[in-house]
Nanobody, 122 residues
Framework: QVQLVESGGGLVQAGGSLRLSCAASGRTFSNYAVGWFRQAPGKEREFVVAISWSGGTSYADSVKGRFTISRDNAKNTVYLQMNSLKPEDTAVYYC????????????????WGQGTQVTVSS
């Protein structure tokens, strides 16, 4: 079992930045791909970005060039740096862990966090 706890959400103006963190505990964190998903009100949950155990990444087109994912396996933590935020980035952001990036891009996730709210005002 892996427990994931997100932090760092909040309210920011358009064009601003936020950094989300996802702290993991439980089974060996470094064995898993880890990623971020988001769900806006009235919309389905969508893939945002994922990083493999070796550092490979995959980004949704909507966030390429603005968001950066990184992981520190020694600290069992994954980070999501979000720059140039837009109102359409407003959502609950969920950290997740899974077997591979490919599976995660298809929302096939093994573990979910509880989510953290990100609100971008115009």
């Amino acid at each position: 079992q892996v427990q994931l706890v997100e932090s760092g959400g909040g309210l920011v103006q358009a064009g601003g930045s936020l950094r989300l963190s996802c702290a993991a505990s439980g089974r060996t964190f470094s064995n898993y791909a880890v990623g971020w998903f988001r769900q806006a009100p009235g919309k389905e949950r969508e893939f945002v970005v994922a990083i493999s155990w070796s550092g490979g990444t995959s980004y949704a087109d909507s966030v390429k060039g603005r968001f950066t994912i990184s992981r520190d396996n020694a600290k069992n933590t994954v980070y999501l740096q979000m720059n140039s935020l837009k109102p359409e980035d407003t959502a609950v952001y969920y950290c997740a862990a899974g077997a591979s990036i490919v599976l995660m891009t298809n929302l096939r996730v093994t573990y979910w966090g509880q989510g953290t709210q990100v609100t971008v005002s115009s």
